[in-house]
């Protein structure tokens, strides 16, 4: 999910416009009985699909741990008459009577989050209809809305081509998962090589439209020394005091001269010493850095390198006795990469969007769409209708007013994309 800095620069991009070919398509598609029974169904059905957004938030499914939420995912799409499946990776993946062969488009929405609900009555309803708890923004609307699309297929057949259409409830978007779900999708058969155009659910925003992947590279930097008593040792060199100034260095660095391109940089984790009468023997720090271009990510990634080193030395001049010393290792990396502007699957969430006289803007942010955009593969990440905020904090709320708005969003855009798709 896009941190704040992506939320804020979202502000900036431009309203897109509508090819008025794809409009003219979509009416045509929209007015069909089976599609609009579709269309009609998720206000029908408004209470169930809010069951199951809040029984499925109340799964713990942090990072590394989504089996049980993947098991119930799966055992949902299967009662609606999909055919689910958890490959090698824990992602759930499902289909429709699919063809055995020709491309697929693919629907996702990732399965973990980075906080968990430690009991399920941390996942509430408040008295104004809210829901608040861990995930239930980030990524509860994607998850449900993944569910809900499901569930509006099977019982609505021949609204869509839903033979070339792949459902995926994947792991390890969040923190760090590195996107490992959904490099395993991409990278491995059966579906690597079917792949034509992907759709990622990430969070309720409609407002918005990812198709500029913000590349990200995480590190993890270690200090270490002798460590001693606080007073008799007085003087010996400190893996903490090392690691705060090279903190400071950083950061005072990158504000006194700003990356030429709109980057971000977050010491997120921060851990040593035992207790505070003794010198600490290691201390270490956990480090996300963003930026739209790949050559100041590069830079940064070098600065952050140049400052630990330098802060260690630093201490170790200092010192009476005692040396610290220094070990980086990078942990994650997202890659970058853009729709083209010219994008057949642009054109058909822009068309979408002017059908329900909805206002999006094209953003640039890290979600799994990062993967795909990177290999040169059509794909966006929106939003899955309703209302939230609070991401990735305890005070996280998610407000299903609206939500189907969102799921027809996602519904006539399935259509539009799987009826450009070339038939097996």
């Known amino acids: 999910m896009p941190g704040p800095f992506e939320l804020a620069a979202r502000k900036k991009s431009p309203t897109i416009a509508t090819p008025p070919d794809e409009a003219a398509r979509l009416e045509q598609i929209a007015a069909r009985p089976a599609m609009a029974a579709l269309l009609k169904w998720f206000a029908k059905n408004r209470q169930w699909i809010d069951e199951q957004h809040l029984s499925l938030c109340r799964i713990p499914a942090p990072t590394f741990q989504e089996g049980p939420r993947a098991e119930a995912v799966a055992s949902l799409l299967e009662s609606f008459g999909w055919t689910a499946r958890i490959d090698r990776a824990g992602n759930v993946v499902a289909t429709l009577a699919a063809a055995k ?43 449900s809305a993944l569910v809900a699309i499901a569930r509006a297929i099977s ?22 998962g590195n996107l490992s779900g959904m490099r395993y999708l991409c990278q491995q058969p059966p579906w690597a090589e079917r792949l034509h155009s992907l759709i990622v659910l990430d969070g309720p925003d409609t407002g918005h439209i990812t198709a500029t992947a913000l590349a990200c590279r995480r590190f993890e930097i270690s200090m270490t ?13 400190n893996p903490v005091h090392a690691m705060a100034r090279a903190v400071a260095l950083f950061c005072d660095e990158r504000a006194a001269a700003p990356p030429a391109s709109p980057s971000s940089w977050n010491f997120g984790v921060i851990e040593g010493g035992t207790t505070v009468n003794a010198i600490p023997a290691s201390a270490r720090v956990k480090v996300d850095l963003r930026s739209q ?30 040396r610290v010393s220094v070990r980086i290792r990078e942990t994650g990396s997202r890659p970058g990469g853009a729709l083209p502007a010219d994008s057949p699957l642009l054109a058909a969430i822009r068309s979408v969007d002017a059908f329900l006289s909805l206002r999006s ?3 640039c942010a890290s979600t799994d769409a990062n993967v795909p955009l990177s290999m040169g593969l059509p794909a966006i990440s929106i939003g899955a209708g309703g209302s939230g905020g ?35």
């Open 101 to 143: 062969s020709g491309p697929v488009a693919a629907l996702t929405a990732h399965l973990d989050t980075v906080l968990a609900p430690r009991r399920p009555e941390e996942i509430r309803v408040e008295s104004n209809g809210t829901f608040t708890g861990p995930g239930v923004s980030d990524n509860g609307a994607g998850l």
């Open 155 to 176: 019982e609505n057949p021949g609204a869509l081509r839903s033979g070339q259409l792949l459902l995926v409830a994947n792991v390890g978007e969040e923190g760090e």
């Open 225 to 237: 020394g002798a460590g001693g008593h606080s007073w008799s040792d007085r003087g010996m060199a």
């Open 293 to 322: 271009s790949p050559t100041v990510l590069d830079e940064l990634a070098a600065a952050l390198e140049s400052a630990f080193e330098r802060a260690a030395r630093q201490e170790n001049e200092a010192a009476r006795s005692g």
């Open 361 to 363: 803007e094209l953003d």
């Open 390 to 424: 609070g991401a990735h904090t305890p005070a996280e709320w998610y407000s299903p007013e609206g939500r189907e708005l969102g799921l027809r969003r996602i519904a006539l855009l399935l259509a539009l994309v799987l009826e450009s798709l070339p038939r097996p």
